[in-house]
């Protein structure tokens, strides 16, 4: 228990922890889906504010460890979209002391950097009634300048090419491979950024996981930018790879558009492939000095260390960060959309055929969300719900060989929940979307069938265990859970949605399965692309920006 | 350990000298450079750009610092290593802690074991072993325990795996070993089918067996069995009996069983399970070498996707001949040594791709296509072709080098990292073992592996590197919009299209 008051808890706050998961008397007679099988979380806050979660799991000598950043593409400004994950990026290349032969010699480079950068943002301001997009739409990686951004442009290549003749590529990641860090994905840059949150993740061997606090206080506090102009085009080829999908770039993102009006839950991380040519380095050091900050961070460690070993390396390395200025708190709402406005989304790009009917759902933290997520197991799949309406006289999936899926996005704000029929033929999609829209109806009837109810219990039982089971997703569930609602939260809704009845499942699908509360939109592979000449600025004539 | 209940931290205040001194320095700091009065930039303590100052810190710096012996050892596989009476082999990791079982069957079954006439066989027939199909589909059964059957399919090997509860590891086992054991070859399925093209989508990016320019230039440098079927191929119903008998024996599956299950009675199920299956016949694959590529009249290839995309993919490579075991661990560190300078050159220097690498053949004797893969927008692919084939001739040079840190790096990955990953607990270290024994007949060469990592020095990387890889055999296969690509020039690394005289591949 903590005492703020005595002069010796400077340091560190703590607070224990604890999550009381429901040994209630009735779980001993529990049928086996509904079983939930905790794990015990503590928690440290030091005085700066820094937060460390912690599951001791010693069976075998590794720790899974991840720092997460309450910042996100929700925290993004206008014209920017996209810096989030693009300073993710930008902060992986090194410290003043890791990825550097001389930081003295590189920081009067950097001088020169930020003054010519400053030149570019002043003559970009200046021209700006001339270079802004007047066309309804823009082409896609034209960039208009003039010959003095140009300029510019290429001086700051210039510097940076004197910056990288001090610079040591991918020293951080070498230094966690060396080391045996597994990392969830192969990229050199270990993490993620999403709507609500960054997070670097890496697993090491037990006696090597003081790296990873040494690394990872050095990225947030004193990361320096190098490489900035390669980064820019790096990061664009991953939001490009994106983009080039329609399902995950422009069909995904116009479904978006019409879920709602203002809320930046919707954007997509990654960004725009214009507001790539508008990144500048003294806004995106603005956002990593106001949001990596001690207060803004948890760290989650889930392996073979005790909290007594985790304590000694976070007051040594992260307690050394002083406490920053609190991060801008804004609070993004949406505004409820009056009855009668369902919305119909046709999409008139060739991709696979489908129909995808999305309803909003509360955040994760509202208690109406569990359920949702008992619905999308009880619905997803070849066995599911959807897959199994009747259809001339059998199941529509495998009728028509259609593909249904469901799933319940987890965010902390308001979310979806998306009801997918892939279809092999675009003819068979009317039957499909019927098909979606009595499988709901059915629902809000309360009509779940209660061998759908047991096999997404069951399912959902996995997926807890999974979790539980494994090192990195639990970490990883817990960072999330912190920056989206609290930790806390995480095994109360985990068992919730485990235990939703039929009756809850009734009462949420009669809530939020409503018209006005619903977009539908429809794909189809035989279609008629737009016409070529597309309504675009003028194409292909502007990398005015570029040198 | 997980356990129920809660505890709680208890802090020991600590707030010793030096770290005072540390703090008091740093406010000292903090006070000089003026921080706070609205001069940040302007200090000695703040870098250019920033709002607040550098932490100042006596953090050792990760080359400074030793740690003790890697502590990690995998399951023993002589301890899980079990054969039924019926020569079916297994490896059974128990793990009381665990509320989860992973079951995996590996067996011979690839395109390598088709056979004349059997083009497209080993596919047809993982897909009926996996299709949600009737009642007593194992789809349909592990789908019913929450959980999907899952398929991964190599040139001369399949894996099927699940992971279901630990109350339900009876059901998933018996699911996973009948529908070997009785495979439902569907007639009217068979007859339906035809062979795809090979891949998943003209442009899905770099990952996975379907990525269309590595199976485009698999189809230019050795046809079928390196390449899949081409699209419209019919297998016929005695093809697919006829592997099926070769391959699926209790002699050539092997499974692997880990997580919370008691080893004696996972035991007694298997002989029950497989009593009476009668073995296999001669699975022996048709190919062992794809050493000798066909003379070609280009070098570079292209694929015309004109859709709305901006981005190409790339696949350059050359076929490679089986490595032996002794070469394996040289020519593993070998390659991931140039993967980090190749990402390097031509993503942290360069900006021209957001992943670009070079992977070995998975085959059992690692003979198949070597190739690099990569895309990027339309101005990027000249470039990336032209500085991919520069680096990878820069490291077959015998005048280049590698370095004590690039090596120690990489060995690093190889043995404590990728090794570790395979063996992390009892479901992954029966799912490697059982794979590693259908590869191998045993798991030797596996535990063996961080010792013959480690053991490689920078001569034996290079010469391996050598040996296997070279950039004046490697051809390109580019697919995308080959207008926008053609007509492209990178800015900065303006290498034209047409510089590389591309050939396009009839289609």
Redesign the interface.
């Known amino acids: 228990?903590?005492d703020r008051r005595?002069p010796?808890?400077?340091?560190?706050?703590?607070?224990?922890?604890?999550?009381?998961?429901a040994?209630s008397p009735g779980n001993a007679q529990e049928a086996?889906s509904e079983a939930f099988?905790?794990?015990?979380v503590?928690?440290?806050v030091l005085d700066n504010g820094f937060r460390v979660l912690l599951?001791?799991?010693?069976?075998?000598?590794?720790v899974a460890a991840s720092i997460w950043f309450r910042v996100g593409a929700m925290q993004e400004h206008y014209g920017e979209h996209g810096s989030t994950h693009f300073l993710e990026h930008a902060i992986a290349q090194g410290t003043?002391?890791?990825g550097t032969v001389d930081f003295e010699a590189e920081?009067a480079i950097?001088?020169e950097?930020?003054a010519t950068e400053d030149e570019l943002v002043a003559e970009r301001n200046a021209v700006r009634n001339s270079l802004r997009q007047r066309e309804v739409f823009f082409e896609?990686?034209a960039w208009p300048g003039n010959e003095r951004l140009r300029e510019l442009r290429e001086r700051l290549?210039e510097l940076e090419d004197r910056q990288?003749e001090y610079r040591i590529?991918?020293a951080e990641y070498?230094?966690y491979?060396?080391?045996?860090?597994?990392m969830r994905h192969?990229?050199?840059v270990p993490a993620t950024t999403g709507n609500e949150y960054m997070d670097f993740d890496i697993?090491l061997?037990?006696?090597?996981v003081?790296?990873f606090f040494?690394?990872e206080?050095?990225r947030m506090?004193?990361a320096?930018?190098r490489?900035w102009?390669?980064?820019?085009?790096?990061?664009?080829?991953?939001i490009?790879?994106r983009?080039?999908?329609p399902e995950t770039g422009r069909f995904s993102e116009a479904l978006n558009g019409a879920t709602a009006i203002v809320h930046p839950v919707y954007l997509t991380p990654g960004g725009h492939l214009r507001d790539f040519a508008y990144y500048d380095?003294?806004s995106m050091?603005?956002m990593?000095?106001d949001y990596f900050v001690p207060n803004n961070a948890t760290l989650a460690l889930v392996g073979d260390i005790t909290?007594d070993e985790a304590?000694r390396l976070a007051?040594?390395?992260f307690g050394?960060?002083?406490r920053?200025p609190e991060p801008p708190a804004r609070m993004d709402v949406e505004p409820e959309p009056p009855p009668g406005g369902a919305i119909r989304l046709e999409w008139h790009?060739p991709m696979d055929s489908r129909v995808v009917v999305r309803y909003r759902i509360p955040g994760l933290g509202h208690q109406d969300r569990p359920a949702f997520d008992t619905i999308a197991?009880a619905l997803d799949?070849?066995?599911g719900m959807l897959a199994s309406r009747e259809h001339g006289g059998g199941r529509i999936g495998?009728a028509l060989g259609v593909r249904f899926s469901a799933n319940a996005r987890a965010t902390g704000s308001q979310s979806t929940i998306d009801l997918v029929g892939r279809a092999s033929r675009d003819e068979d999609l009317p039957a499909v979307e019927a098909a979606i829209l009595e499988a709901v109806e059915s629902l809000r009837d309360g009509g779940i069938e209660a061998s759908a109810l047991s096999?997404?219990r069951?399912?959902?039982?996995?997926d807890w265990?999974?979790i539980?089971?494994e090192r990195a997703r639990l970490s990883e569930e817990l960072g999330r859970f912190q920056v989206r609602n609290g930790w806390h939260v995480m095994q109360p809704f985990m068992q919730a949605r485990q235990r939703a009845s039929a009756e809850e499942v009734r009462r949420v699908a009669r809530r939020y399965f409503v018209p006005w509360n619903r977009v539908i939109a429809v794909a189809r592979r035989d279609i008629d692309?737009p016409a070529g000449d597309h309504l675009v600025s003028d194409p292909g004539s502007g990398?005015g920006g570029?040198? | 350990m997980m356990s129920t209940g809660a505890r709680r931290s208890r802090v020991t205040p600590a707030w010793p000298p030096r770290l005072l001194r540390v703090l008091v320095v740093s406010a000292l700091a903090f006070a000089v450079c003026g921080c706070g009065r609205g001069e940040e930039n302007e200090s000695a303590g703040v870098l250019p750009g920033h709002s607040r100052p550098v932490v100042e810190h006596d953090w050792p710096h990760p080359r400074d610092v030793t740690f003790p012996d890697n502590e990690f050892v995998p399951p023993d596989p002589a301890a899980a290593a079990f054969t039924t009476d019926s020569g079916l082999r297994a490896h059974v990791v128990p793990e009381a802690s665990e509320a989860l079982v992973r079951i995996t069957a590996a067996l011979p079954l690839g395109r390598l074991h088709e056979r004349g006439g059997e083009e497209g066989a080993s596919g047809l027939l993982a897909s009926l072993l996996t299709r949600q199909g009737g009642t007593a589909s194992a789809a349909r059964r592990i789908s019913a325990l929450g959980s999907e059957l899952e398929l991964r399919q190599e040139l001369d090997l399949t894996v099927l795996s699940a992971e279901v509860l630990a109350e339900d590891w009876l059901e998933g086992l018996s699911a996973v070993v009948e529908t070997l054991r009785r495979p439902a070859l569907d007639e009217d399925v068979i007859r339906g089918h035809r062979a795809g093209p090979g891949y998943a989508s003209p442009t899905s990016g770099v990952a996975g067996p379907g990525f269309r320019p590595k199976v485009e230039l698999e189809r230019l440098l050795g046809g079928h069995p390196l390449a899949p079927p081409d699209a419209g191929t019919r297998v016929s119903v005695s093809a697919v009996r006829a592997l099926a008998e070769r391959s699926l024996g209790p002699e050539t599956v092997v499974v692997g069983i880990g997580g919370g299950v008691e080893r004696a009675t996972v035991e007694d199920a298997l002989q029950q399970l497989t009593d009476g299956w009668r073995q296999a016949g001669d699975v022996g694959t048709v190919a062992d070498s794809f050493g000798e590529p066909p003379e070609l009249s280009a070098s570079v290839y292209t694929v015309d996707v004109p859709n709305w995309t901006t981005t190409g993919w790339i696949a350059i490579g050359h076929t490679m001949p089986p490595v032996p075991p002794a070469d394996r661990p040289a020519l593993e560190v070998a390659a991931e040594i140039f993967n980090v300078r190749l990402n390097i050159a031509v993503r942290e220097i360069r900006g021209l791709a957001n992943k670009t690498v070079l992977e070995l053949p998975e085959s059992t004797d690692h003979g198949g296509l070597a190739h690099l893969r990569t895309g990027g927008r339309a101005e990027s692919i000249g470039p990336l072709i032209h500085y991919s084939l520069e680096e990878l001739a820069r490291f077959v040079d015998p005048e280049d080098t590698i370095t004590a840190k690039e090596l120690a790096d990489v060995q690093g990955g190889l043995a404590l990292s990728k090794w570790q990953a395979a063996l992390d607990g009892s479901r992954r270290a029966s799912a490697a073992y059982a794979v590693e024994t259908a590869r191998r007949g045993n798991t030797e060469q596996l535990l063996q592996w961080p010792q013959e990592v480690l053991a490689v020095d920078a001569e034996e990387a290079k010469a391996a590197a050598r040996k296997y890889l070279d950039p004046d055999k490697m051809v390109a296969v580019i697919v995308g919009p080959m207008d926008r690509i053609q007509q492209a020039r990178h800015p900065r690394w303006p290498v034209a299209l047409d510089d590389l005289e591309p050939m396009r591949l009839a289609r």
């Open positions: 228990m903590v005595s010796y808890t400077t340091w560190a706050a703590v607070v224990a922890v604890a999550v009381l998961m040994t086996p099988s905790p794990v015990e503590q928690e440290l599951v001791e799991d010693p069976r075998v000598p590794r003043t002391t890791i920081r950097l001088e950097i930020r896609e990686l290549y990288a590529h991918w070498n230094w491979r060396r080391h045996g860090g597994i192969t990229d050199p697993d061997p037990r006696e090597r003081e790296l040494r690394i206080a050095d506090s004193n320096v930018l490489g102009e390669a980064q820019r085009f790096t990061v664009l080829e991953q490009l790879n983009f080039n999908r380095r003294a050091l603005r990593y000095d909290m304590r007051e040594r390395y050394r960060i002083p920053g790009e197991a799949g070849p066995r495998t096999r997404a069951k399912a959902l039982r996995l265990e999974r539980r089971s692309p990398d570029r040198p």
